[in-house]
């Protein structure tokens, strides 16, 4: 499995940007699909994730109301719609896959880098 992400760049506050994964070599019949943030001197944190067979999206509280997860079955890629853009949103974003019967996410894309200026 391989994933490709893209779509970082530097913007304001308030501003908008979608992120994009790309996956290759998915053979699994169901699986998540995650996006995870990691800000300088912090931690790995979730973000938000999606069920591919059932659409099913769960996020976490600090991006709720500006961040959207979708997905394109045909193109094997996931969004990530980040509205009004925060400071604190200044992390690398990866993407991440796991399938359903796995606790923890087993491939990881390379990170693209998001930074949000005041």
């Known amino acids: 499995v391989q994933l490709q992400a893209s779509g970082g760049g530097l913007v304001q506050a308030g501003g908008s940007l979608r992120l994009s994964c790309a996956a290759s070599?998915?053979?699994?019949?169901?699986?998540?699909m995650a996006w995870f943030r990691q800000a300088p001197r912090k931690e790995r944190e979730f973000v938000s994730a999606?069920?591919?067979?059932?659409?099913?999206?769960n996020y976490a509280d600090s991006v709720k109301g500006r961040f959207t997860i979708s997905r394109d079955n045909a193109k094997d890629t996931v969004y990530l719609q980040m509205n009004s853009l925060k400071p604190e949103d200044t992390a690398v974003y990866y993407c991440a896959v796991r399938r359903v019967t796995v606790v923890g996410y087993e491939y990881w894309g390379q990170g693209t880098l998001v930074t949000v200026s005041s």
């Open positions: 070599g998915l053979t699994f019949s169901t699986y998540y």
């Open positions: 999606i069920n591919w067979r059932s659409g099913i999206t």
